[in-house]
């Protein structure tokens, strides 16, 4: 019996730290999922995050409101993404160094404006107010549903966000739209359709949904924005999209799964004898194993990564 | 409407990029100027300096040559930076245990970084080819398993230097430094003393990597443009099926794809621990020198002469960007605000193309309203 | 850029890759300049690393700017800085967090006993932990992190033989989540106390301490202002004062070169943090003080390692 | 106004670069009638109509709808105007169903904002019931045959209200079947009052279709002609300036020994259905073996086998002797086989390499084109050179991107290819889709002079035109099976017309 409470107890945790852990990139991978649904690849998540990591916290730090803060993360990202979209969709720009650009930018400029903001230090201070958590003390401390359900509203947010996410794409008039631009924008065109306009909305939202997922890293995970705050997650948020096979739902289980592995790694690493790096390598080990598994290959949006640029005559 | 020459386009990028880069500077209330000219003098000021400059230049060669064979046979390589780690490893332990006379020692280290490298990238192409897994997904897991693999076998006793965090060092026959461990000797130093120009280079790693580098863009530009092999890469690259259709084994051409691409980035390592830093270190976050490479490999067109000039410009780009800081107090970021804005406006040669047109039309209104 | 007059002494540093202003080492070994510049009249600079690749041109660009004393932060710039003193006799080095086996007359090797500090952090987490257990989280296992592990491994048990610690690594000196989410592992197993030295990972460990409302001990320099009402006390390595103090020298014309000065308790190059006294019961500190002065008289030796730690533990059986 | 011209385009020109794709090209639509236009590949017929839906805009020219000048700045604006165009490259999102499609950009809501699909798969049933155009409205487009496809495509136009309609090319990739099928589909849509703008090579079509044709030469008009004023003969040299010649002179039928042998193949579509059952038939040398039937009855899948792309589940194939075990297409090649794919651009060419580059995708790695694995790049260009003279391929530019040559010229290129080297066995694929009368003939006679010169070919094609003009001895295909071998002298359309929908052989 005994036995039972213990392993429950440990399963309830692992429940919430793999939320801890993906809820962040769950935010940027759905941002890839829009984005990719346009048809615009978006390589630039990494740097949006980034970005939006910081803005989120030195907006935070200095209103001392984390919604404020959460917010300018949307906003950041969302303003770096529009970079992307004028290069890509308006330019026809190629989507891949127009994202690596992304990618140097947006690192660059949070640091370099860091530096400048405070007082020459690459990372934020501690900002006063993180986003609130959920569920806080609805169940007694370190109970089942405390472990699972006590989550950083940001949790919650971007849970809710696959669904908006998932019914906007495959419900709505507008999800029409923008599926049908990243599938045959030429077709979206004869119809009178805006592909230029579609595509942008798509670019510029995945940037929104990547800088939140910065700002659940900056201020809700931890308190403050430091360098090697995002280092990686962007492209580990890209690669959940693919695994997800380009689908909010499927990226949201690609999510969980990374998250999970992350959260074995501790939750072994604290148990068992094995060596760190080991556990370390683990949640990339079995992700590579899992898609071994998964034969079925994934289809992306036909016109994924083309640019469509309309014959322009002067 | 001409389209605009690569080399006009890179031109115009560069100089946009440092304009963006001159405009976050002026916003951020620091001299342009200044900081251009303190970049340029820093890196022209004295012969070490440009041998810094190629020292830095050499793995962005590689790792870039690396990403760009790569997307010239259709294929994504995010996974130079794992390549280039597994490529040092390699090297390394090579270098260490394997005692050997120079003359074989130094190729030798050489083809174990470069073998570790081309293993490296072979496991995401025979992952692609096998079971169909995106390159993109398989490369960035594998980057962060080679990282801890580095980690883990660095802490190995036996290979780990005592009292450090790195290796070993590998044994001065495997070094390509110019005059390696001589150089330090008294005889070394005496003969320095007397050749003032000499001795400021070697004052530098200064090494037999960038002679490496070059030799490796020559035999990629000849493997893609001259060879059977080469020609068959960029047809699977360009369009599978009309390869697979006409006789190519396609699957077998992207493992080898991928082998090459990391045998590049593999070899960027090897280089880097032979003429540079004679061990491998435990390693607490990417160095980045995969990124790198992509960004180098998009400036550079994909093209092997271009990857190398890519290379150079961001080689005096690093080596001038710490600069700053000390001088004029610019926080050295702005170099990757300005590399960012180079790649951002290479990528739009459309924009070039509507102002040109803007400024004929613009032109053509004055002329014609003058008359 | 300052102005001094030009016969001033020049001293700069090349930080690793956290950068100057990193809230850690690199800041402290700033600050250290910094007040040799105000009260020595000496001229200081500094250059930042963005990878391990930027040590040796930085130092040579200190070099060409006539600095006559140049400093290395962090074990990373060991071979680096080894090589530059070796290729460049004109010009004196110093460098944080390396020991090396024939140090060059021109170098000098500055090394920390971090374990004395975490000692007596660690005496203080195994006087005050309610439960029992406590914990240490470490970012990539290595030399200058044994000292802070088996330093605090020796003051708990010190404290109390019965307290359990938990111990683990994260792999990486950056991943935030990593350190929270072992910290609040730790907790839920019984810890209430968790010590870090883990660099950017600690940001995690004192973000756990603050959500569950533990305690969490900081590291290098004092973390209390992270989370006022959970950071217990930290174990401090006064980088400023090494440097000041070498730059003293140096002005004086005394250079102590061609060795390694180790800086303990004794040397002011360790201590707790001055907040600890906000939180920590009189009685512990006062306890506190009285190991100070055993270990500053060599009463007690701190382990550093794995092996001098199993010699602790079977002495004190 | 109730005899202005339904649709009227007035001095259209339109340039691309130095290229005069339209030059002043007037063309008159009237109400109700099936207005074919005629012309060779790379003619024009496509951009004047691009222009006319607004997906380009003319240097020159004006659109006058029922008398009343309009402008046509975008489809939007032209499906404003009640103009509508089935592409010759359809518009159609493959993973959406036919009813998404239909309604893309004129979506019915719920609430504002959710796509009501109810209401838009009525409105499938709805129009498909009044113009007898039946589609599954929850089909998605991808697992249609073209044929549906192509339905969809029209009733998109006719859902956005479309009085005229554009046809670019419908019958190109249509089965006959399928083609006699639009023609009833054409017919009531002109019974209803509305118009048909048709582009076809198939004069067939034509004479049985359209009311009145207008011939475009080079991007020049020609005449507009009343269909049952002329002939064959007329449109056709109007069209390419010469004489066509329609029957081709061919050796007498000498066949030698049996090149390729295919025995109790069995084979699964991509779905894992049983496409191919137990299919055997043998091709000899100096014979052309046609396949004839209706799409989708395993040809893909014969062809994706014969050219070593998939596995066949069960039997044996052989060629001169040699079992081929497992695809492999190198070796294929080595055997002396050579294809033409069904799709040129797909599987036929490099688009991004250039013409010379694409001559000797097969065969680059043997000598003269390469030595010890290094390129002879002097070699590759001879070669191209010697193709673009033979092949009579247009702009005759050996390092010309194979993306810049028209649809026409891609396809001489890969038909120059495979017909190199003097291959024992060549498997050629719709060798002719989409292609003009001009290039046609073209095509037919290289096929023909690789048979007179003891080459074994198996010809697949849907044409029963192009069957009956090439084969030697023609296989049914149906479901799969055979539905018996017919030599060329039996063979009359009506014959094959009944095995081809799966009456036995009698
Ligand atoms: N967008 C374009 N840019 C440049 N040239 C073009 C473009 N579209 C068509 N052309 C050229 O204009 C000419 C007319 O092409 P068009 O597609 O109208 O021919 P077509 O009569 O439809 O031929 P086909 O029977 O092959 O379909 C061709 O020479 C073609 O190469
Ligand atoms: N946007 C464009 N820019 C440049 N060239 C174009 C463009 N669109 C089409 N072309 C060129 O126009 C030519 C004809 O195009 P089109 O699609 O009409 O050919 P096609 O109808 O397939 O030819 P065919 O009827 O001969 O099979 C080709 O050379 C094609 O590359
Ligand atoms: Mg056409
Ligand atoms: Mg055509």
Redesign the interface.
């Known amino acids: 019996m005994e036995i039972v409470f213990v392993l429950l107890?440990d399963l309830a945790?692992l429940i919430g730290?793999t939320l801890?852990?993906s809820s962040p990139l769950i935010f940027t991978g759905l941002g890839g999922v829009v984005t990719e649904s346009t048809g615009v690849v978006n390589i630039g998540l990494e740097g949006m995050m980034t970005l939006g990591a910081f803005a989120a916290a030195s907006v935070a730090y200095y209103t001392a409101d984390p919604w404020l803060g959460f917010l300018a993360g949307g906003v950041a990202g969302g303003l770096l993404a529009l970079?992307h979209a004028l290069?890509?969709v308006?330019?026809?720009?190629?989507h891949?160094?127009?994202g690596?650009?992304?990618?140097?930018?947006g690192?660059?400029?949070a640091?370099?404006v860091s530096?400048?903001i405070?007082?020459?230090?690459?990372?934020t201070l501690?900002v006063p107010n993180k986003i609130p958590?959920l569920f806080d003390g609805v169940f007694p401390s370190?109970s089942f549903f405390d472990?699972i359900l006590k989550q950083d509203a940001t949790v919650y947010i971007a849970l809710v966000l696959v669904v908006v996410v998932w019914f906007v794409l495959y419900?709505?008039?507008?999800?029409?739209?923008l599926?049908?631009v990243g599938?045959?924008p030429?077709?979206?065109?004869?119809?009178?359709?805006s592909v230029e306009r579609l595509k942008t909305y798509g670019v510029v939202a995945s940037g929104v949904l990547a800088g939140w997922g910065g700002a659940a890293?900056s201020i809700a995970?931890?308190?403050?924005f430091?360098?090697?705050?995002i280092?990686?997650q962007g492209?580990?948020a890209?690669?959940a999209m693919?695994?997800g096979k380009w689908t909010p739902h499927g990226t949201l289980a690609a999510c969980l799964f990374f998250g999970l592995a992350?959260?074995l790694?501790?939750?072994l690493?604290?148990r068992f004898p094995i060596?760190?790096?080991?556990?370390?390598?683990l949640p990339?080990?079995l992700?590579?194993l899992v898609?071994?598994g998964f034969?079925g290959?994934?289809r992306p949006p036909?016109a994924v990564g083309q640019p469509f640029?309309k014959?322009r005559?002067? | 409407m001409r389209k605009l020459p690569p080399l006009a386009l890179t031109g115009l990028s560069l100089l946009a990029g440092l304009i963006v880069g001159a405009l976050a500077l002026l916003a951020a209330g620091y001299n342009p100027f200044a900081a251009y000219a303190t970049l340029i003098a820093g890196v022209f000021h004295a012969p070490r300096d440009w041998s810094f400059v190629l020292i830095r230049s050499t793995p962005l060669v590689l790792t870039g040559l690396s990403v760009a064979f790569a997307f010239r046979t259709g294929l994504f390589n995010i996974g130079a930076e794992g390549q280039y780690i597994m490529g040092a490893l390699g090297a390394t332990l090579f270098g260490v245990f394997v005692p050997l006379p120079a003359v074989l020692h130094i190729p030798l280290t050489m083809l174990a970084g470069i073998l570790c490298g081309a293993a490296w990238g072979a496991v995401a192409g025979i992952l692609k080819s096998r079971w169909g897994i995106n390159e993109v997904i398989s490369t960035i897991m594998l980057n962060w398993i080679a990282l801890y693999i580095n980690n883990s076998v660095v802490s190995v006793e036996g290979f780990r230097r005592p009292h450090s965090e790195a290796s070993l060092q590998i044994l001065d026959s495997a070094r390509i430094d110019w005059l390696g461990a001589w150089k330090t000797t008294p005889e070394g130093l005496a003969f320095r003393e007397s050749q003032p120009l000499l001795n400021d280079i070697l004052r530098t790693p200064a090494n037999a990597g960038i002679l490496v580098a070059i030799v490796a863009v020559i035999l990629v530009a000849f493997l893609l443009e001259k060879t059977v092999l080469g020609y068959r890469l960029r047809a699977v690259g360009f369009n599978k099926d009309a390869a697979a259709f006409s006789g190519i084994a396609v699957p077998r051409y992207v493992v080898i794809s991928m082998a090459l691409a990391g045998a590049l980035a593999g070899l960027a390592g090897g280089l880097q621990v032979q003429g540079v830093s004679r061990e491998v270190a435990k390693l607490a976050a990417m160095e980045g020198n995969g990124f790198d490479g992509i960004a180098v490999a998009l400036i550079g067109f994909s093209q092997p002469w271009g990857v190398f000039g890519a290379a150079l410009f961001y080689g005096v780009l690093k080596h001038g960007g710490p600069k700053l800081q000390p001088a004029l107090g610019i926080p050295m970021e702005i170099i990757q605000i300005i590399m960012g804005s180079v790649i951002f406006f290479l990528a739009l040669p459309g924009i070039w193309q509507t102002l040109a047109n803007t400024w004929r039309s613009w032109r053509g209104n004055r002329v014609r309203s003058s008359r | 850029a300052q102005q001094g007059d030009s016969s001033a002494v020049k001293i700069a540093m090349v930080t690793d890759v956290g950068g100057v202003n990193d809230q850690s080492f690199n800041q402290g070994a700033w600050e250290g300049l910094q007040r040799a510049q105000l009260e020595l009249g000496i001229k200081a600079s500094y250059v930042e690393s963005n990878q391990d690749a930027d040590y040796v041109p930085n130092l040579q660009s200190l070099m060409d700017a006539k600095n006559q004393l140049i400093w290395g932060i962090g074990f990373k710039m060991g071979q680096a800085i080894y090589e530059a003193a070796k290729n460049n006799p004109d010009y004196k080095f110093a460098i944080i967090d390396f020991a090396y086996d024939n140090t060059p007359a021109n170098l000098i090797g500055v090394v920390f006993k971090a374990e004395e500090a975490s000692f007596l952090v660690g005496y203080i987490a195994g006087k005050m932990t309610k439960t029992g257990t406590v914990g240490f989280v470490g970012g990539i296992k290595g030399n200058v992190i044994d000292g802070f592990d088996y330093g605090y491994h020796a003051g708990v048990n010190f404290a109390n033989r019965q307290v359990k610690i938990l111990r683990q690594y994260a792999e990486s000196f950056t991943d935030a989540a990593k350190g929270k989410v072992i910290t609040l592992e730790m907790y839920r197993q019984g810890a209430d106390i968790v010590y870090h030295a883990a660099g950017g990972v600690g940001d995690g460990v004192i973000e756990a301490a603050r959500e569950s409302n533990r305690w969490a001990i900081g590291v290098d320099r004092d973390q209390n202002y992270l989370a006022p009402d959970n950071v217990l006390t930290s174990a401090m390595k006064r980088v400023d004062n090494a440097i000041y103090n070498i730059a003293k020298e140096l002005v004086e014309g005394r250079w102590p070169g061609g060795k390694t000065i180790v800086y303990g308790l004794k040397e002011g190059g360790v201590d707790i943090a001055p907040s600890t006294s906000k939180h920590v019961p009189v009685n512990i500190l006062a306890e506190v003080e009285e190991l100070k002065k055993k270990i500053m008289a060599g009463e007690i030796v701190v382990p550093y390692n794995e092996a001098s730690y199993n010699d602790w533990l079977a002495k004190l059986k | 106004m109730a005899d202005s011209p339904a649709l009227e385009l007035k001095g259209f020109t339109k340039t691309f670069g130095s290229l005069v794709a339209n030059d002043n090209i007037d063309l008159e639509i009237r109400a109700g009638e099936v207005h074919a236009l005629l012309g060779e590949n790379g003619a024009g017929k496509t951009t004047l109509m691009n222009c006319a839906y607004g997906v380009y805009q003319p240097d020159r020219g004006t659109i006058y709808r029922l008398g009343k000048q309009v402008t046509v700045r975008s489809p939007a604006d032209a499906l404003a105007q009640g103009i509508g165009m089935v592409h010759q490259h359809f518009m159609l999102v493959d993973r959406f169903t036919v009813a998404e499609n239909l309604v893309l950009g004129q979506e019915p809501r719920r609430h504002g904002v959710l796509l009501d699909r109810r209401k838009a798969e009525e409105a499938v049933l709805d129009l498909g019931e009044r113009y007898g155009l039946r589609v599954d409205p929850r089909a998605v487009i991808e697992d249609l045959s073209v044929g549906a496809q192509q339905k969809v495509e029209i009733l998109k136009a006719l859902y956005r209200g479309a009085e005229i309609l554009i046809l670019d090319e419908p019958t190109a990739v249509l089965t006959p079947q399928e083609i006699h099928d639009l023609g009833k589909i054409i017919r009531q849509l002109c019974g209803d009052g509305k118009s048909v703008i048709l582009i076809t090579h198939k004069l067939k079509e034509i004479l049985s279709f359209a009311d009145r044709c207008t011939v475009i030469r080079k991007g020049v008009k020609v005449a507009t002609l009343e269909v049952s004023q002329t002939d064959q003969d007329e449109l056709a040299s109007m069209m390419v300036g010469r004489k066509v010649q329609w029957h081709l002179e061919r050796r007498e039928f000498q066949p030698g020994s049996v090149v390729l042998r295919v025995e109790e193949l069995w084979a699964r579509d991509y779905r894992g259905l049983e496409a191919l059952k137990g299919l055997s038939f043998e091709v000899r040398a100096g014979e052309i073996l046609a396949v004839a039937g209706v799409e989708g009855n395993g040809q893909t899948e014969l062809l994706d086998i014969l050219c070593g792309l998939k596995a066949p589940t069960g039997g044996r194939i052989s060629i001169d002797g040699q079992p081929i075990e497992r695809p492999d297409p190198g070796k294929l090649r080595e055997l002396g086989f050579n294809a033409i794919p069904e799709d040129r651009q797909r599987k036929g060419l490099v688009l991004e390499f250039q013409v010379g580059e694409n001559l000797v995708l097969d065969s680059v790695h043997v000598p003269p084109f390469s030595q010890r694995g290094l390129l002879n790049l002097q070699a590759i260009r001879e070669n191209a050179a010697r193709n673009i003279e033979g092949y009579d391929i247009r702009p005759p530019n050996p390092v010309a991107l194979a993306s810049a040559l028209s649809g026409g010229n891609q396809q001489k290129v890969v038909i120059a290819r495979a017909l190199a080297n003097q291959p024992r066995l060549i498997v050629a694929a719709q060798p002719t889709r989409g292609l003009d009368v001009g290039a046609i003939e073209f095509v037919h006679r290289a096929l023909l002079n690789q048979r007179d010169a003891g080459c074994a070919i198996l010809l697949v094609s849907f044409e029963l035109d192009e069957v009956l003009e090439l084969a030697d001895r023609i296989l049914v295909l149906y479901e799969g099976r055979s539905q018996g071998v017919f030599d060329r002298a039996e063979a009359t359309e009506d014959v094959l017309g009944r095995a081809m929908a799966g009456a036995a052989h009698a």
């Open positions: 107890d945790f730290v801890l852990y970079l290069a890509t308006r330019f026809g720009a190629d891949i160094i127009s690596i650009a992304v990618n140097f930018l690192p660059g400029l640091l370099f530096r400048l405070f007082n020459g230090a690459t990372q501690t958590k370190k472990l419900r709505t008039v507008l999800g029409l739209r599926r049908s599938e045959h030429l077709a979206a065109d004869t119809l009178g359709l890293m995970v931890v308190a403050r430091s360098p090697g705050l280092s990686g492209f580990i890209l690669a693919i695994f992350k959260g790694e501790v939750y690493g604290t060596p760190g790096t080991l556990l370390a390598m990339y080990i992700t590579i898609l071994v034969v290959k994934a036909r640029l014959e005559h002067s």
